[in-house]
């Protein structure tokens, strides 16, 4: 059954390009391999729905390594668990909130030679 054009897209949103689909699809696949990931992600009436969080993270995942020279179907069964639940999208040496930097530096004695009053003594 083909749907009419005017109900492809009920939500409004755009039409995901066939290289995002094929990137989205394998994503799934390797997720598919993990269902006890899926299940600590799932959320919505009993699990309806995967964190798009998840999905990401495995299709970085995948992604990285088509880009390394592995064939798509390889980088979907090299994916492990470990790896979805640990991927980091932003490393953190390289991340910063601000004031981060002032509160790891040592505090400056003050004029009679004390430590500044932190709160933490």
């Known amino acids: 059954m083909k749907l009419p054009d005017d109900l492809k897209h009920p939500s409004g949103g755009e039409h995901v390009d066939e290289l995002a689909h094929s990137v989205l699809r394998l994503a799934h696949e390797a997720l598919n391999r993990f269902p006890e990931v899926k299940k600590r992600h799932a959320f919505l009436a009993g699990g309806a729905a995967v964190s798009s969080a998840l999905i990401v993270a495995a299709g970085v995942a995948i992604m990285r390594r088509v880009r390394e020279g592995q064939h798509p179907t390889e980088a ?8 979805l639940e640990g991927l980091r999208l ?25 430590k500044p009053a932190t709160g933490t003594e």
Request: proline share 9%; no cysteine; aromatic share 4%.
């Open 76 to 83: 979907v069964n090299n994916v492990t668990a470990e790896e």
């Open 90 to 114: 932003v490393e953190r040496e390289h991340y910063r909130p601000a004031g981060a930097a002032d509160a790891e530096e040592p505090a400056a004695p003050t004029e009679d030679g004390s």
